[in-house]
């Protein structure tokens, strides 16, 4: 049987072993057993596999509504975030909060609770308008922060405790360009790194080398460019597993690890 792996390579589970339900009525009729609900298996850790009954929505995959004026969009739990900017980045509008895999579903997404690279409010809870779940009587629940709301934040970050998320309204950025600009800043120490991070940015994100002794690393500053101009998306590339297994073996020998940490953080230095 084929396996699927988590985001770090060493937990797997046999496909065998996930149940895809095509409608709610099968949903309901597979939850009866002991189950797990799992997302894309892009998590971090093995918190998304189970050991007997793996349960995904990816069948659940649709618009329910796209409201460009109030910046508003409501789809269903197995969306890839892939296909949901794609979607909404053609009107110029974006979530704000997004994961470091584009590969995530958005049911995965709320259950993790995922940071992103916003430097204010950087969890997706703040990015969410409502959520639709199957509790464990059947029921559906509209919840949000106002209704149903400690059913909202139970969810929110419940790694799928409280029923599978049917659905998930988000709330919108408007955008003039899908380009940001971007600023690098190394430091060495910790008055330069504070030096650096007081930066007014949109989004931030930090590279730390835990293999130097200073508090060594990389900041990197970005914010969405006023210059309009859009883009064409890539091509998605996946890795072949041998190259990632090899890589992983390769990772473990400290002194390859200094090396490419070192070309990495002269690299962003000097260019």
């Known amino acids: 049987m084929p396996k699927i792996f988590n ?38 850790g093995d918190c998304g596999i189970g050991l007997v009954r793996n349960i995904s929505l990816s069948n659940f995959n649709n618009v329910i509504n ?22 909404t980045l053609k009107k110029n ?28 409010l950087n969890n997706i809870k703040h990015h969410v ?5 199957l509790n464990n009587k059947n029921k559906i629940i509209d919840c949000s922060k106002h209704r149903n709301k400690k059913y909202f934040e139970l969810t929110i970050g419940g790694f799928g405790f409280t029923g599978p998320i049917l659905s ?13 600009l971007q600023s690098i800043n190394t430091f060495n120490s910790y008055n330069a790194f504070f030096k650096v991070v007081r930066k007014n940015s949109e ?22 460019s006023r210059q309009i101009k859009k883009i064409n998306f890539t091509k998605n590339y996946i890795l ?30 000097i260019f």
């Open 7 to 44: 985001f770090t390579n060493l937990v797997y589970l046999n496909s065998s072993k996930i149940y895809k339900p095509k409608n709610l009525n099968k949903i309901i009729k597979t939850c009866k057993k002991k189950h797990t609900i799992v997302g894309n298996h892009r998590s971090y």
């Open 66 to 87: 796209f409201d460009e004026k109030k910046k508003t969009i409501e789809v269903e739990s197995g969306m890839l975030v892939k296909d949901l900017i794609e979607l």
């Open 93 to 120: 509008l974006i979530l704000r909060c997004l994961p470091g895999s584009k590969f995530i579903s958005v049911g995965g997404m709320i259950a993790a609770n995922i940071q992103g690279k916003c430097t204010k």
């Open 129 to 133: 308008e409502t959520i639709k779940i």
């Open 168 to 180: 998930v309204k988000f709330k919108l950025i408007k955008i003039k360009s899908h380009n940001i």
């Open 203 to 224: 989004y931030t994100v930090i590279w730390l080398d835990f293999m130097q002794k200073k508090f060594t690393g990389i900041l990197f500053n970005g914010s969405h």
């Open 240 to 269: 072949p597993t041998l190259f990632i297994e090899i890589l992983s073996v390769l990772y473990r020998s400290v002194i390859f690890v200094n090396l490419i940490n070192k070309f990495f953080y002269y690299k962003n230095k």
